[in-house]
C-alpha cells in the first residue's frame, strides 16, 4: 500500500463515529503519554539543573573552637654565673605558670581562651622569636631588671631572692601579653589597623601656602633610608611596607580655626580629628588594595607660624604632631623665623629626624607595637633601653607576631565556621571544587600552626600558617559563586518553572480526575448488572 493509500485510511478512520470504549482509550493513551513524558523529563531536568554542592569538611572545622585553649609556648633560658640545679629551674618554671594561671582572667561564654605556656631552661637561648635570656646578676643592692632591644634581660637580685625576683621577672613578662592576647579580635576603639600582609605608607609634605610663604622641598630619600628604613626592614617577616612620598602644594588650610595668642597659633585636642582635609587633600594611594597609611609633615602658612598643639598640662603645651587613628599621623613643621615668602626651603636629614621619630611613633601605635609590654613589680624596677637603631625591639616585635598569630587564626576559624552554617542553610547554594580546595588549605594551614609550635616552637613558620589560614578561609567566603547565591531565592526559581509545567499539569490533572470518575461509574454499573 502506497503512503497517500495509508494517510486516506486513516482519514476515514479518524471520520468514523466513536465509540465509549474508543474515546475511553485514547484518553488514557494522551494520559500515559504525558506520564511518560514526565517520567522521562524530570529525571533529565532534576540532572541537568541540580546545583553542585562538593563536601567541605564540616566535622573538622567544628573541632577548632573557642573553648579549646589555644597554648601558645614562651621558653626562657636563665644564664648565671653558677648554674641553678635542674630542680630549681623546675620549681621556678611551676612558680611562674602557677603565678601567670591565677592572673588569667575567667572567660566569658564563646570567649577565645589563650594560655601561654611557660617553660624555664638553663643556658642562653638560640637567636629566634620565643626564646628569651635571662643573665642572672647576684650581689646587688635591690633587685632590678634591664630589657635590652634584643630578646635577652640582665636580672640583677641579691642572693637571697634569687627565685622569688626570677618568678617576679618571667610573670612581669609574660602576663600582661597573655591577658591583651585574650582581648584580640574583641570589639572596640583601636587605633591599630587589622593585620594585612602589606601596608602602603604615603609621606606627604604638605605646604599650605607657597604663593605667600616659602617654597618648601625635602631631602626625603636620605631621611627614608636613614631613619625608617631599619624598622621596615626589622618588620618585613611579619608585614611588608611600601613607602611612597609625594609634594603637594597649594594645600589650603585645614577646615579648623585655630587659637592665635603670644604670637603663636595654637591646635586644640578637640580641632585634631578635624585638622585633616581629606577632600582637598590628595591622600590617594598607588596600591587600591594594601590598607593605607598617611603620615603628613604639614608646613603651615607664614602668617600662622608657629604652630602648637595645646595640651591639657603645661608640659604639653607645645607638641607638634598627633596621631590619627586607623589612618595615619601629622607633624607640624615650623619654618626658621627668618624665612620670608618666595625663600626656597629644603628640610635637611637632621632637620627631619625629629619628625622621622614622631612617623615611627605613630606607625608603631597603628600596626599595634606597644612600648609597655611588662607588668609592673613589687619586687624589681623594669628599665627597658629602648631600640633607637630600629625602632623595634625583639620582645615588641615578638609580643607583635604573637598577637598577629592569634588574630589570624581566630580569624581563618570563624570565617571557616561561618562557611559552614551558611552552606547549611542554603541548600541551593553552589559549592564549587575551587571552594573545597581553599577550605582543605586553611584547614591544612591551621594544623601547620599546631605543628609549628610544637617543638622546637618555629614562631615564625606558626605566623606564617596562620596568615595563609585566614586568607584561604576568606578567598573561600568570599568567593564570587558564593556571594551570587546569596541574592537569588526560591521564590525566583519558582517563578522561572512554573509557566512551563503548569500548562502541562492542570490537563493531566483534570484527564487522570475524568478517568477515575469514569471508572467508578462503570464499576458502579457493572455492580448494578451483577445484582439484577
Do not use: C
Not at 604639614?298 to 603645661?314: E, H, K, M, N, R
Not at 570563624?414 to 580546595?437: A, F, H
Request: no cysteine.
Amino acid at each position: 500500500m502506497s503512503l497517500i493509500a495509508r494517510l486516506r485510511a486513516l482519514l476515514q478512520r479518524g471520520s468514523e463515529p466513536k465509540t465509549v470504549i474508543s474515546v475511553h482509550r485514547e484518553r488514557q493513551v494522551a494520559v500515559f503519554s504525558i506520564l511518560l513524558v514526565l517520567l522521562l523529563g524530570l529525571p533529565l531536568w532534576w540532572t541537568t539543573t541540580r546545583v553542585y554542592r562538593a563536601e567541605l569538611p564540616a566535622a573538622e572545622i567544628s573541632q577548632f573552637s573557642p573553648q579549646t585553649t589555644f597554648a601558645v609556648p614562651v621558653k626562657f633560658y636563665i644564664s648565671a654565673e653558677t648554674l641553678l640545679s635542674p630542680a630549681e629551674i623546675a620549681s621556678i618554671e611551676q612558680s611562674v605558670q602557677s603565678r601567670v594561671d591565677a592572673q588569667r582572667k575567667p572567660h566569658a561564654a564563646g570567649e577565645w581562651r589563650v594560655r601561654y605556656r611557660v617553660s624555664v631552661h638553663s643556658g642562653s637561648a638560640p637567636d629566634a622569636p620565643g626564646h628569651y635570656t635571662l643573665r642572672l646578676r647576684t650581689g646587688g643592692k635591690a633587685s632590678a631588671i634591664d630589657v635590652g632591644p634584643g630578646r635577652s634581660a640582665t636580672v640583677s637580685v641579691t642572693q637571697p631572692s634569687i627565685k622569688p625576683a626570677l618568678v617576679e621577672a618571667i610573670s612581669a613578662m609574660v602576663a600582661d601579653e597573655e591577658l591583651r592576647a585574650s582581648a584580640v579580635g574583641k570589639t572596640g576603639k583601636h587605633a591599630a589597623l587589622k593585620y594585612a600582609p602589606e601596608y602602603a605608607v604615603t609621606l606627604t609634605l604638605l605646604n599650605e601656602n607657597p604663593v605667600d610663604g616659602a617654597v618648601v622641598d625635602w631631602d626625603i630619600e636620605q631621611a627614608v633610608s636613614e631613619f625608617l628604613q631599619p624598622f621596615v626592614d626589622e618588620l618585613r617577616p611579619l608585614a611588608r611596607l611600601s613607602v611612597t612620598t609625594q609634594v603637594l602644594h597649594h594645600a589650603g588650610p585645614p577646615p579648623v580655626s585655630m587659637i592665635q595668642k603670644n604670637n603663636a597659633t595654637y591646635l586644640t585636642h578637640d580641632m585634631l580629628p578635624h585638622f585633616v582635609n581629606s577632600p582637598s587633600w590628595n591622600f590617594a594611594s598607588i596600591d587600591p588594595v594594601s590598607p593605607m597609611l598617611n603620615f603628613v609633615l604639614f608646613v603651615p602658612a607664614l602668617a600662622s607660624q608657629p604652630v602648637y598643639i595645646l595640651g591639657d598640662q603645661a608640659s604639653d603645651a607645645e607638641k607638634s604632631a598627633f596621631l590619627v587613628s586607623q589612618w595615619g599621623g601629622v607633624s607640624i613643621a615650623n619654618l626658621p623665623k627668618t624665612t620670608r615668602p618666595g625663600d626656597k626651603v629644603v628640610l635637611s636629614l637632621h632637620e627631619l629626624q625629629q619628625h622621622f621619630g614622631y612617623f615611627i611613633s605613630q606607625l608603631r601605635s597603628l600596626v599595634g607595637i606597644r612600648s609597655q609590654i611588662f607588668q609592673a613589680t613589687t619586687l624589681s624596677t623594669i628599665r627597658v633601653q629602648p631600640a633607637t637603631s630600629t625602632g623595634v625591639s625583639g620582645w615588641e616585635l615578638d609580643a607583635l607576631m604573637r598577637r598577629w598569630l592569634i588574630y589570624n587564626r581566630q580569624t581563618a576559624i570563624s570565617t571557616l565556621q561561618s562557611l559552614i552554617r551558611l552552606v547549611n542553610s542554603l541548600e541551593n547554594m553552589v559549592v564549587m571544587d575551587e571552594i573545597k580546595l581553599k577550605v582543605d588549605k586553611a584547614l591544612a594551614a591551621l594544623y601547620e600552626i599546631d605543628q609549628a609550635l610544637s617543638l622546637p616552637h618555629d614562631y615564625l613558620s606558626a605566623f606564617s600558617s596562620a596568615a595563609k589560614a585566614a586568607s584561604f578561609a576568606e578567598s573561600a567566603f568570599f568567593d564570587p559563586s558564593m556571594v551570587s547565591m546569596l541574592y537569588f531565592p526560591d521564590q525566583h526559581k519558582y517563578a522561572i518553572y512554573m509557566p512551563f509545567f503548569l500548562p502541562i499539569t492542570m490537563p493531566l490533572v483534570a484527564a487522570v480526575k475524568k478517568i477515575l470518575a469514569e471508572r467508578r461509574r462503570r464499576k458502579q454499573t457493572d455492580n448494578e448488572s451483577k445484582q439484577d
